[in-house]
Nanobody, 128 residues
Framework: QVQLVESGGGLVQAGGSLIISCAVS????????MGWFRQAPGKEREFVAA????????DYADSVKGRFTISRDNAKSTVYLAMNSLKSEDTAVYYC?????????????????????WGQGTQVTVSS
């Protein structure tokens, strides 16, 4: 089985930066497509970013493109989301997710059903 544990969330001022992490454990390890999703109160969970198994290819939601960076360190079994120029609209619970679907299935990995493993989420709050 695969276990995902997010950390690093917190309160940050608008315009600031924050890095959140996802520790991956289990026999399957980090040899999976990894993604970040977020969910604000009263809203559906939305795609934020994804990274291929090798870490060489990434994709982002239009709302965060140019501000957020997803990366992975497979030796450390950790996935990161670096968030810059944060806005109040970025306030949400951020979830780490893992998918057995290869990254080249581009349409699939943009949607939550592609991900079979989920973390518990970490709260990111951006104050204006």
């Amino acid at each position: 089985q695969v276990q995902l544990v997010e950390s690093g969330g917190g309160l940050v001022q608008a315009g600031g930066s924050l890095i959140i992490s996802c520790a991956v454990s289990g026999r399957t390890g980090i040899s999976l497509t990894m993604g970040w999703f977020r969910q604000a109160p009263g809203k559906e969970r939305e795609f934020v970013a994804a990274v291929s198994r090798s870490g060489s290819t990434t994709d982002y939601a239009d709302s965060v493109k140019g501000r957020f960076t997803i990366s992975r360190d497979n030796a450390k079994s950790t996935v990161y989301l670096a968030m810059n120029s944060l806005k109040s609209e970025d306030t949400a619970v951020y979830y780490c997710a893992a998918s057995a679907i290869a990254f080249y299935n581009r349409e699939a990995i943009l949607k939550a059903p592609a991900y079979g493993y989920w973390g518990q989420g970490t709260q990111v709050t951006v104050s204006s």
